[in-house]
């Protein structure tokens, strides 16, 4: 007769010695309770059910189902498959994040390169307006104001464009700082100013700007 074998024991080294059959039909065997060591009882646990295993109720082993060597081949064949199953998986996940890696990098890129680009073409873009001393009326866009400390309290450094991409500048409080502040970056008004000066700052064309004062009633 074929030896049969507990489910785990996959080497097939321990076949099993009584054969029983369930109320299902199936082929089962006893095997000695772990946790009671085959004994029903568990001393430590006496102040509870007198003892008795939990597991096995009490009676010292458990019943589990038993297989042929072929069944157990093809065991052992269902739990490789699933394993390279798993394996396979696991690559697949890796390789997607990878390729998620490389495109939010390549995305991060093309913006940087972008970025630089139009920061090229705003500098290329940008010309001296006017001429030193001269009294003008444009139309202004603020893109930016920062406040700083000074001695003598608080000034704002503005940065501004026409509608040509040329850039202007203002240091000073002398723009009426109430104003200004609430004017929010992107906000665009008439301003009368003077040219003070032309200069160059990291290859940007800034015409600077005093006695700003914005055009009111439009
Ligand atoms: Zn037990």
């Given at each position: 007769m074929n030896n049969l074998y507990f489910r785990n024991d996959l080497n097939l080294e321990n076949p099993v010695k009584e054969v029983f059959t369930n109320f299902k039909g199936q082929k089962v065997s006893k095997k000695t309770c772990l946790k009671c060591n085959g004994t029903g009882f568990i001393p430590e646990f006496?102040?509870?059910?007198?003892?008795?295993?939990?597991r096995c109720r009490n009676k010292g082993y458990e019943v589990f189902r038993i297989y042929t060597a072929k069944e157990i081949k093809s065991i052992i064949k269902a739990n490789d498959r699933k394993i390279i199953a798993g394996i396979k998986k696991t690559q697949l996940n890796m390789e997607i994040s990878a390729i998620q890696r490389m495109k939010r990098n390549h995305e991060i890129y093309v913006k940087n390169v972008a970025y630089k680009k139009a920061k090229i073409l705003q500098k290329n873009k940008s010309k001296y307006i006017g001429n030193v001393g001269d009294k003008l009326e444009r139309l202004l866009t603020l893109d930016w104001c920062i406040e700083k400390e000074g001695n003598y309290g608080n000034y704002y450094i503005k940065q501004l464009r026409d509608n040509d991409g040329n850039i202007f500048s203002h240091i000073g409080s002398a723009l009426r700082d109430a104003d200004y502040k609430k004017l929010p970056k992107g906000s665009t008004f008439t301003l009368k100013f003077k040219v003070k000066e032309h200069s160059e700052y990291k290859g940007l064309k800034q015409t600077k700007i005093t006695n700003p004062r914005l055009v009111k009633g439009e």
């Amino acid at each position: 007769m074929n030896n049969l074998y507990f489910r785990n024991d996959l080497n097939l080294e321990n076949p099993v010695k009584e054969v029983f059959t369930n109320f299902k039909g199936q082929k089962v065997s006893k095997k000695t309770c772990l946790k009671c060591n085959g004994t029903g009882f568990i001393p430590e646990f006496g102040f509870s059910d007198n003892g008795k295993c939990w597991r096995c109720r009490n009676k010292g082993y458990e019943v589990f189902r038993i297989y042929t060597a072929k069944e157990i081949k093809s065991i052992i064949k269902a739990n490789d498959r699933k394993i390279i199953a798993g394996i396979k998986k696991t690559q697949l996940n890796m390789e997607i994040s990878a390729i998620q890696r490389m495109k939010r990098n390549h995305e991060i890129y093309v913006k940087n390169v972008a970025y630089k680009k139009a920061k090229i073409l705003q500098k290329n873009k940008s010309k001296y307006i006017g001429n030193v001393g001269d009294k003008l009326e444009r139309l202004l866009t603020l893109d930016w104001c920062i406040e700083k400390e000074g001695n003598y309290g608080n000034y704002y450094i503005k940065q501004l464009r026409d509608n040509d991409g040329n850039i202007f500048s203002h240091i000073g409080s002398a723009l009426r700082d109430a104003d200004y502040k609430k004017l929010p970056k992107g906000s665009t008004f008439t301003l009368k100013f003077k040219v003070k000066e032309h200069s160059e700052y990291k290859g940007l064309k800034q015409t600077k700007i005093t006695n700003p004062r914005l055009v009111k009633g439009e």
